[in-house]
C-alpha cells in the first residue's frame, strides 16, 4: 500500500483564481513527480525533485510552479488558473536507491471554468 | 530518447480467458521495467517491477516477463476477470533516471 496523499481530489474553480494542489508522501522517499494526464491520454512528467530545495522541470513545458521545503511534501502551484488548466495532475514518489519503485497518489481532478 | 508502445492500445475479451498485453521500449539500457493499473479518474497501482537483472515477476494472476536484448515486456493475465477491466501502463526508467511511459492497454472484460 502506497502512503501518498493527494488533496483536493476534485477541485472547480473559475478563472484567474490561484491554486494549490497538495501532495504528501510518508515513506520517506527523496524522489517527487508531478505528472499531467488527459482523459485518455498519456502521462506527461511537468515536474521532479531529487531531494529537499531541488526541483527541475519535466519534459511538459507548464505554468505551474512547485516548491519542496520539506522532504515528504511537494506541492503545485498555479498562479492564474485557466481553462487550458483543466486536466488530472498525478504525484508520485520514489527512491534513488533499492528498487526505484514508482508509487502514486490518486490524482487531483481540476477543471478551470 | 527513450520511446515505451503499447500493443494494443484497446482488447475486449470474455470472462475467463487467459491474455497478454505487450510493451515495446527503444533503448535496452534501463534500470528496471514497471506495470501499472489505473481505473477511471484514479491514479497508478503499481502491479509488478522488474529489475534489469530479472527476467520476470509474478504476483498471483499476474506474470510480467522482460526481454532487454529484444527490448519488450509482456504482461499475463490468468483467468480474465470483470474486476481486471482497466488501462494497464508500462514504464520502463532509463539507467536510474526518470520513468517513460507508454500510452497504455485499455482492458475490458465482459462478463
Known amino acids: 500500500e502506497a502512503d501518498i496523499y493527494q488533496t483536493p481530489r476534485y477541485l472547480v474553480i473559475g478563472t484567474g483564481k490561484k491554486i494549490t494542489l497538495e501532495c504528501s508522501q510518508t515513506?520517506?522517499?527523496?524522489?517527487m513527480y508531478w505528472y499531467q494526464q488527459d482523459p485518455g491520454m498519456e502521462l506527461h512528467l511537468i515536474h521532479y525533485s531529487y531531494g529537499v530545495n531541488s526541483t527541475e522541470k519535466g519534459d511538459l513545458s507548464s505554468e505551474s510552479t512547485v516548491s519542496r521545503i520539506r522532504t515528504e511534501h511537494f506541492p503545485l502551484t498555479l498562479e492564474s488558473a485557466r481553462p487550458s488548466h483543466t486536466s488530472q495532475y498525478l504525484c508520485?514518489?520514489?527512491?534513488?536507491?533499492?528498487?526505484?519503485?514508482?508509487?502514486f497518489g490518486e490524482g487531483s481532478r481540476l477543471t478551470v471554468l | 530518447k527513450q520511446e515505451v508502445t503499447q500493443i494494443p492500445a484497446a482488447l475486449s475479451v470474455p470472462e475467463g480467458e487467459n491474455l497478454v498485453l505487450n510493451c515495446s521500449f527503444t533503448d535496452s539500457a534501463i534500470y528496471n521495467l514497471q506495470w501499472f493499473r489505473q481505473d477511471p479518474g484514479k491514479g497508478l497501482t503499481s502491479l509488478l517491477l522488474i529489475q534489469s537483472s530479472q527476467r520476470e515477476q509474478t504476483s498471483g494472476r499476474l506474470n510480467a516477463s522482460l526481454d532487454k536484448s529484444s527490448g519488450r515486456s509482456t504482461l499475463y493475465i490468468a483467468a480474465s476477470q470483470p474486476g481486471d477491466s482497466a488501462t494497464y501502463l508500462c514504464?520502463?526508467?532509463?539507467?536510474?533516471?526518470?520513468?517513460?511511459f507508454g500510452a497504455g492497454t485499455r482492458l475490458t472484460v465482459k462478463p
Open positions: 515513506m520517506g522517499h527523496d524522489k
Open positions: 508520485a514518489s520514489s527512491r534513488t536507491v533499492n528498487t526505484g519503485e514508482l508509487f
Open positions: 514504464a520502463v526508467r532509463p539507467s536510474n533516471n526518470d520513468m517513460r
